[in-house]
Every structure is written in structure tokens, then in C-alpha cells.
């Protein structure tokens, strides 16, 4: 995943990081771009249902960003958490060429 978001960015001026809170909450990937910061959360499974892990969560509460992804194996449905639009994305969509 991560060589597949760095090949997504590589002709912008973001930045990709990982992200991690002294209490353990942390979000895989962080698109940080000059407009914007941008959680990717990864799961490795089918997820059934929206649910939104402990680490983007905390970082959606810190930071507010208009939108977060939790990239996973089958989920394709969209959530609000305050202000944020989560968006569940099946891994096979990000492969097809779409854009977070």
C-alpha cells in the first residue's frame, strides 16, 4: 500500500507519513499535502460494517481534516465523524486507478 500511495503522490508536493500518539493510537498512512492533511487508515480484511479504528479516530478528533479512508478488502459506504466524511474503500478500487 504504501508504494502504491507514494507512486499516487509522487508528482505533487504532498508528503506521506505515519502517523502515532504517545498513548499508541496511530494512523497508517498520512497524505500531507500544502491544501490538506489526509488519514488513510489499512485493514487487511473485509470489514462487514463502519467501523472507525481507535488511531484515525483520535487523529479526525485532533486534527478535523475534511476527509479520512479506511482502505480494506470490502466495505465500499461512507461515514461522518464531526466534520470528517470517512470513506471505506475496497482496496481493488484504489488498484483501478481511482483517486483518494
Known amino acids: 500500500m504504501y508504494l502504491l500511495l507514494?507512486?499516487?503522490?509522487?508528482?505533487s508536493a504532498?508528503?506521506?507519513f505515519f502517523w502515532r500518539t504517545k498513548d499508541g493510537a496511530e494512523v497508517?498512512?498520512?497524505?500531507?499535502?500544502p491544501v490538506e492533511a489526509i488519514p488513510v487508515e489499512v485493514k487487511y480484511k473485509a470489514?462487514?460494517?463502519r467501523?472507525?479504528?481507535r488511531g484515525l479516530r483520535s487523529f479526525v478528533e485532533k486534527y478535523h481534516p475534511e476527509r479520512a479512508y479506511v482502505v480494506n478488502l470490502s466495505l465500499d459506504d461512507t461515514?461522518?465523524?464531526?466534520?470528517t466524511?470517512?470513506?471505506?474503500?475496497p482496496y481493488c478500487?484504489?488498484?483501478s486507478g481511482l483517486a483518494l
Do not use: T, W
Not at 466524511?85 to 474503500?89: E, K, L, N, P, S
Open 6 to 11: 507514494r507512486e499516487k503522490i509522487a508528482a
Open 14 to 16: 504532498s508528503r506521506l
Open 28 to 33: 497508517d498512512f498520512v497524505i500531507d499535502s
Open 47 to 49: 470489514m462487514r460494517k
Open 51 to 53: 467501523e472507525i479504528p
Open 79 to 83: 461515514a461522518e465523524a464531526g466534520h
Open 85 to 89: 466524511r470517512i470513506y471505506f474503500m
Open 93 to 95: 478500487r484504489i488498484l
